[in-house]
């Protein structure tokens, strides 16, 4: 089952299968990372009761060619690795990527391992420059070459720019 609710929304239960989920799916998921993943829309798999997958997708601001852009920012995409490759992390993106009308655009930086994942689904890599507006000015982020991109008429080899976050900044 698949449910989508607001990090508020999310009992204290869910809240920590959640964040177990994402330690036990990511070898180095820190408490930055885990903050970058509330505050916004969680979408929730759920298989006899126990959490076995999990998206969300928080507001960032984005510019690109010149222009600042609401983003919808998927974060912490997590399966069971017991439950990997049986059609989970494409239930998770589904019920993310319905919730893309509030948004100029979705992005996600992904993982190896995740990149087939977001292609098959009709992500787009971006392909241009990366950067972030850091409270030392614009730095640019040229080691980030997995930037994905859910949207329509972008031009994918135009800079972009993030907003600023404590840890990573993609």
């Known amino acids: 089952m698949v449910s989508v609710g607001h990090t508020a929304q999310l009992s204290s239960a869910e ?14 998921f820190s408490d930055a990372d885990w903050e970058h993943a509330l505050g916004g829309m969680h979408a929730l798999v759920t298989d006899d009761g126990r959490l076995v997958g999990h998206g969300a997708v928080v507001l960032r601001r984005l510019l690109v060619g010149g222009r600042w852009l609401r983003c919808g920012y998927v974060e912490a995409v997590a ?28 992005a996600l930086c992904s993982t190896g391992e995740g990149r087939a994942l977001y292609e098959s689904r009709g992500w787009s890599r971006w392909r241009g420059p990366a950067a972030a507006l850091t409270p030392d000015g614009i730095v640019e982020t040229p080691d980030e070459d997995s930037l994905y991109v859910w949207a329509d008429g972008l031009d994918l080899d135009a800079p972009i720019t993030c907003d600023w976050r404590e840890g990573d900044l993609w």
């Open 79 to 106: 399966v069971d690795a017991a439950q990997r490759r049986r059609g989970l992390g494409h239930r998770v993106l589904a019920a993310l990527e319905e919730l893309a009308l509030g948004y100029d655009l979705l």
């Open 15 to 28: 809240v920590a299968a959640v964040r177990a989920l994402c330690d036990a799916s990511f070898g180095d």
